[in-house]
């Protein structure tokens, strides 16, 4: 009994909060399966099995059959795929939102481990988790996240001495056979080292000794050499500059376009950003110079594509929760004294509380509290996302269900020029059968040219026709409420084959059986 009392004594009200916060979290990231580049990575992992070895040339469609691709992804892409065939798409769906109460959590500890205060730091935990929010989904760009902040909470371990710098490495390596977004680790160890660098030249009494900083730069080097021992070697490396470099890509995909600033994630982005420049406005932030590169190497990422904003999040932590609790600190001392001034006005001033001495009892009332509010949570956000029948529903309001049914009947394979957020889900459906699409999420496989000749069809561009007629497509797939089946209809070459509410399918005539 004195070790249940012990445990119970525990459960204190900050350990309730901590729980209740990364719950919420969970529950709020557990958002239906409606990434159009979920079926596609699913797609990814059963060709994987299927084949037994990693693609170098596209498969999936007629446009770009036979093109290099790199498939980054390869091992999360594996991973996604054997979790649906072991509980569907809700257990993707959980293991998901799994990742981003981890990387809340990691957030948490690098914002308490920069000195700031407890509450401050729940509350700047869940602004930088929703601002993070429009990359929430089953997607492998989700792991970046989560190994960034393990690799800050590492970094500032090892600073403590308390890991060795060869843990980088493996890591490293596994992160590039995840997802090439490992790049953002690199860049995040380099710029640790040479921060650490300054630092030890500016003040050698504090700073890192060189044979510590000499042990990680090799370490570094050692993690960038390992991460070509992948499938792809060096091409991980320089795949993203492709991405990363393309107007094309970044005017016309959503995910790579600048943040926002009018949505509610741009705001807790805007919050974080404004919060940073107020703390450094009062003049009593001292951080490490590491941790101002970080800041402001990630700030240009997040500024350039709304995807990196959860990689500033926890990259920028540190700066950020040093120059909150400097304002915090300011803003006390400019309030009045509390002894000195009405009640009303001393409520405005804050102070720490005091709890009283935990005790097992209240350690009780705190768990029984706690159970209950994560049950509820769970129960009213998150449960009605894991429900298969729910899924289901949500994924026939958004993806081509009826119409990929409808090109599965033909008993034939199909050439299909597609809408863009509908080719992973169509390949997922019909390449098995023989069927291949125009163009899905895996921009890069198509290439600037290729793209830009899907966006003049799309936008109904000079020479749209001209592209249908090159294509030469046995069907076309489009959302509904598309201009171009208005157009389409009165083509005396093709005919209405489907149609619902979500998509329709136009076939050649004379195609379809």
Known sequence: MPVVGGVLRRVTSALVLRWLLFTAIFSLAAVPPLDPDLWWHLANGRLIIAIGTIPHVDLYSFSAAGQPWVMHEWLADLMMYLLYQLGGLPLLVA????????GAICLYVILRRSDLHPTLGAALTLVGALAGSTAWGARPQLLNMLFTGLLVVGLGAYRR?????????????LWANLHSGFLVGVIIAGLFAVGEWFDARRSPATGMPAGRRARFGWAIAAGVVLSVVNPSGVQTLLFPLGTLTSPLIQNNIQEWASPDFHSMAGLMFETIVFLTLGGLATGKVKARTHEWLWAFALLYLALASQRNVPLFVIGAAPLAARCAQALLVTLSSILPAVARRPAAQAALRWTPIRPNRPTAALGVLNLALLVVAVAVMIAYRAVPNLRSADEAAAIASVFPVRAADALQAVGKPVRIFNYYDYGGY???????????????GRVEVYGSALFSRYLRVSYLADGWPSVIAQTDPDAIVLPSGHPLVGLLEQDPAWQLFSHDRVATVFTRVGFAP
Do not use: E, K, M, N
């Open 426 to 440: 169509l390949l997922w459906r019909l390449y098995p059968h023989g069927s291949r699409i125009f163009i899905d």
């Open 161 to 173: 001495g308390r890991l060795s710098p060869w843990l980088l490495p493996p890591f490293i390596w």
């Open 95 to 102: 293991v998901f939102a799994g990742v981003v109460a981890a």
